[in-house]
């Protein structure tokens, strides 16, 4: 299985602030890698496709970039509704894997 | 738009069998990879398989001795059966659409339903 990890695990921020969060694969899964956000109580929402591909309807703050093994999303401004767990998730291969998240929280 | 609804047991007791239940709204069961997905309580999200067309499935290694994935096409439901139950079940179980790509192989989940808790517990 392709294994995933992420980078910081949490991270306290503040509205306006500028957040990057990075995730890697244990191998090389070119740009086959997804963005979630999933607040509590709530399903994931997809909020990144094929590393930098924005979902329809999702604000352009949210970026990705990246591909190989490095990835990187990234919240130009945070506000206040960005407060959430944040999952990467490799399409490259099954079975599909996901990171195990990075928290935001109000700093 | 496509929605969909899970419906579970909510407890169920070790070693016995899980069933739970998605249904499709809003578009043809057809050319999607439906997937169940789950996230025990305060952890990462686990990929247990899909259905494709009805019948092609694909199982996570992990749970493969344990699972089946059916659809009912007539009822617009795909469901999930996982037998032997441990505590180490009790998570919320995810249906998801993993979105087809024309040429082939999917790309992310991008249609999730709200999920149905499940507590294995005596």
């Known amino acids: 299985d392709i294994q995933m990890t992420q980078s910081p695990s949490s991270v306290s921020a503040s509205v306006g602030d500028r957040v990057s969060i990075t995730c890697r694969a244990s191998?090389?899964?070119?740009?086959?890698l997804a963005w979630y956000q999933q607040k509590p109580g709530e399903a994931p929402k997809l909020l990144i496709y094929?590393?930098?591909t924005l979902q329809s309807g999702v604000p352009s703050r949210f970026s990705g970039s990246g591909s190989g093994t490095e990835f990187t999303l990234t919240i130009s401004s945070l506000r206040p509704e960005d407060f959430a767990t944040y999952y990467c998730?490799?399409?490259?291969?099954?079975?599909?894997?996901f990171g195990p998240g990075t928290k935001v929280d109000l700093k | 738009q496509v929605q969909l609804q899970e419906s579970g047991p909510g407890l169920v007791r070790p070693s016995e069998t899980l069933s739970v239940t998605c249904t499709v709204s809003?578009?043809?069961?057809?050319?999607?990879?439906w997937t169940w997905i789950r996230q025990p309580p305060g952890k990462a999200l686990e990929w247990i398989g899909y259905?494709?067309?009805?019948?092609?499935?694909k199982y996570n290694p992990s749970l493969e001795s344990r699972l089946t994935l059916s659809a009912d096409t007539s009822k617009n439901q795909v469901s999930l059966k996982l037998t032997s139950l441990t505590t180490a079940d009790t998570a919320i179980y995810y249906c998801?659409?993993?979105?087809?790509?024309?040429?082939?192989?999917?790309?992310?989940?991008?249609?999730w339903g709200q999920g149905t808790m499940v507590t294995v517990s005596s």
């Open positions: 998730q490799q399409s490259h291969t099954f079975p599909r894997t």
């Open positions: 259905i494709y067309n009805g019948r092609v499935t």
């Open positions: 191998q090389d899964i070119s740009t086959w």
């Open positions: 094929v590393a930098s």
């Open positions: 809003g578009d043809s069961m057809d050319n999607a990879y």
């Open positions: 998801a659409r993993d979105r087809a790509l024309i040429r082939g192989g999917t790309d992310a989940f991008d249609v």
